[in-house]
């Protein structure tokens, strides 16, 4: 089987509902994105950004996913599919993506700060919930200026892969951005997106690049429909 590897972003989960900080200049649902993801915010007031991820997790609980998120399960009847998402909801799990890596981490858990373990979450999060060590807990989100823990397990995912799709993300923010890079020479690229805009890496890259002007929910399952008639 080859192996795919499906970088997805903000745009895709937009189509299912879900906002996030990039639809309108820094803020994030009305806040400022500073206050309600970073370790500065979190210190500052804990109450707002628990409040804000509670909100955010309940929304989550609401929406449905995709026509998009869907095709990707598809796709994995004929290949062996990774997918590396931006986003922090469960959306690919829900569609039914056994193998979905965060790289921004998930809404639906939250961490301990102690003793570090990452407990599934559903409800609201206050600091009155503690671990079972008694430390304090906080949202699975990686925030501003905080490392992404699984980026070098996304750079070795790409590297395997022989077909690259880029769809709901316009890789511009790096250091996930500079992902792409990391696929062999011969390797295929699929971008879509409604108004594409070539990061550094895919400009190297537009002998082997074929970009999809649409939305995810329309673009992404005629991609998928092209590779599966490949086979
Ligand atoms: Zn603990």
Redesign the pocket.
């Known amino acids: 089987m080859k192996k795919i590897v499906v970088l997805t972003g903000a745009g895709i989960s937009a189509e299912s509902g879900i906002k996030t900080f990039r639809d309108a200049d820094g803020l994030w649902e009305g806040h400022d994105v500073m206050s309600v993801a970073s370790p500065e915010g979190w210190q500052k007031n804990q109450a707002l950004v628990q409040d804000f991820y509670n909100q955010r997790r309940r929304q989550l609980l609401s929406v449905e996913p995709n026509a998009a998120h869907y095709s990707i399960n598809k796709l994995g009847e004929e290949y062996n599919v990774e997918v590396i998402t931006q986003n922090v909801d469960d959306l690919h799990e829900r569609a039914g993506n056994k193998n979905v890596l965060h790289l921004h981490g998930e809404l639906r858990k939250v961490r301990?700060l102690?003793?570090y373990?990452v407990l599934d979450w559903d409800g609201d999060l206050s600091n009155k919930n503690l671990?079972?060590?008694g430390?304090n807990l906080r949202p699975h989100i990686v925030w501003f200026g905080e490392e992404l823990p699984e980026l070098q397990n996304a750079a070795r995912i790409v590297s395997e892969s022989e077909i690259a799709i880029i769809v709901g993300t316009s890789m511009q923010v790096y250091p996930a951005a500079s992902l792409i890079g990391y696929l062999p020479r011969f390797g295929k690229i699929y971008y879509i997106d409604p108004k594409p805009a070539l990061n550094y890496e895919l400009t190297l890259s537009q002998d082997r690049l074929t970009i999809i002007e649409e939305a995810a929910t329309t673009g992404l399952p005629k991609v998928v429909n092209n590779l599966l008639a490949e086979i």
């Open positions: 301990c102690a003793c373990s671990c079972s060590c430390g």
